[in-house]
Nanobody, 126 residues
Framework: QVQLVESGGGLVQAGGSLTLSCVVS????????WGWFRQAPGQEREFVAA?????????YYADSVKGRFTFSRDNAKNTLSLQMNSLKFEDTAIYYC??????????????????WGQGTQVTVSS
């Protein structure tokens, strides 16, 4: 059974940084696509970033976070990380780690991910 457990959320001032982690158990990172999504109060869950482990770790980002967030992996620890810099108030949300095998054209669609973590809260104060 695949399980994903996020950590690292918290309260940070605008302009600050946080690193989220997602420990994956039940399978290795290889051969799957891993994603970060977020959901703000009253809004739908949206794509943040994805990493295709089977394609040399190529990464994809939402335009809203490109240049500020970095998605990486540690195969030895079976852990995914999302480094978030220059945080903005609008980054406030619950952040979810996800895993699945979406086709490339659907990599930003949450329906392509079968496995989800419980989420970690990120709050950015203005």
């Amino acid at each position: 059974q695949v399980q994903l457990v996020e950590s690292g959320g918290g309260l940070v001032q605008a302009g600050g940084s946080l690193t989220l982690s997602c420990v994956v158990s039940g399978r290795t990172l290889s051969g799957a696509t891993w994603g970060w999504f977020r959901q703000a109060p009253g809004q739908e869950r949206e794509f943040v970033a994805a990493l295709r482990a089977g394609s040399g770790g190529r990464t994809y980002y939402a335009d809203s976070v490109k240049g500020r967030f970095t998605f990486s992996r540690d195969n030895a620890k079976n852990t995914l990380s999302l480094q978030m810099n220059s945080l903005k108030f609008e980054d406030t949300a619950i952040y979810y780690c996800a895993g699945g095998t979406p086709i490339l054209s659907e990599i930003r669609n949450l329906r392509g991910y079968a496995h989800w973590g419980q989420g970690t809260q990120v709050t950015v104060s203005s």
